[in-house]
């Protein structure tokens, strides 16, 4: 099992559609979590870390399911500036870095 | 507006040359990464370091490629004698503290790198 797993799609949505994503983790060590936005020929920019609890951040929705070792992040109104590549990343390799899934991509059409 | 530097940004070389990147990682930041993507593999750590140390390079392969911190403002990734298969994406990344990585990784703009 790869440590962190991705649906790569492409999701092809209409704006206004809401989106989810879904990710699994096979280290049940790992502590932090995050959700990183890379756009096309772009570096990665962190999008929101995702809390036990579950956060939110306007359109945006992280939860996190620790039992199920399962990340999902949930895109509400989307927006054509919201396509891009939405890449999981999990902490918790032999040093507690970070392990990047290979990302799921997500094309917002109008 | 703090960033992580790499140079070049772009290379083209012939197989068996030597490549080096650089990367100015953040003032303070004390843990700096290497990375490399690849559309089939997507993002691969390649080594990394904590106060100028190395931590982990289990990700490079050690014949080729070699990685070093001669100081905290400069970090280098070189790789000789290049190989087609080494075509890819290289990104340099810094972080204010860790390991365990519990915060933001800021990544730079990247090198990419095309072996003919």
């Known amino acids: 099992r790869k440590e962190v797993e991705q649906d790569p799609g492409p999701f092809n949505v209409p704006e206004g559609a809401t989106v989810a994503f879904n990710c699994t983790y096979s280290?049940?060590?790992?502590?932090?979590f995050f959700w990183y936005r890379q756009d096309c020929r772009k570096e990665p920019k962190l999008l929101m870390s995702?809390?036990?609890s579950g956060n939110e951040d306007g359109r945006f929705t992280a939860q996190l399911n620790r039992a199920s070792q399962y990340i999902s992040l949930l895109i509400r109104d989307s927006k054509l500036s919201d396509s891009a590549t939405y890449l999981c990343?999990?902490?918790?390799?032999?040093?507690?870095?970070?392990?990047f899934g290979k990302g799921t991509k997500l094309s917002v059409k109008p | 507006d703090a960033r992580v530097t790499q140079t070049p940004r772009h290379k083209v070389t012939e197989m068996g040359q030597e490549v080096t990147m650089r990367c100015q990682p953040i003032?303070?930041?004390?843990?700096v990464f290497w990375y490399r993507q690849t559309m089939m593999q997507g993002l691969e750590l390649l080594a990394y370091?904590?106060?100028?140390?190395?931590?982990?390079d289990s990700g490079m392969p050690k014949d080729r490629f070699s990685a070093e911190m001669p100081d905290a403002t400069l970090a280098t990734l070189k790789i000789q004698p290049s190989e087609p298969r080494d075509s890819a994406v290289y990104f340099c990344?810094?972080?204010?503290?860790?390991?365990?990585?519990?915060?933001?990784?800021?990544f730079g703009e990247g090198s990419r790198l095309t072996v003919l």
């Open positions: 990343v999990v902490n918790g390799g032999s040093q507690g870095n970070l392990i």
């Open positions: 280290n049940s060590a790992s502590q932090s």
């Open positions: 995702v809390y036990s």
């Open positions: 003032l303070g930041h004390n843990t």
């Open positions: 370091f904590r106060n100028r140390a190395p931590l982990d």
């Open positions: 990344a810094s972080a204010r503290q860790g390991p365990p990585i519990t915060g933001e990784l800021f």
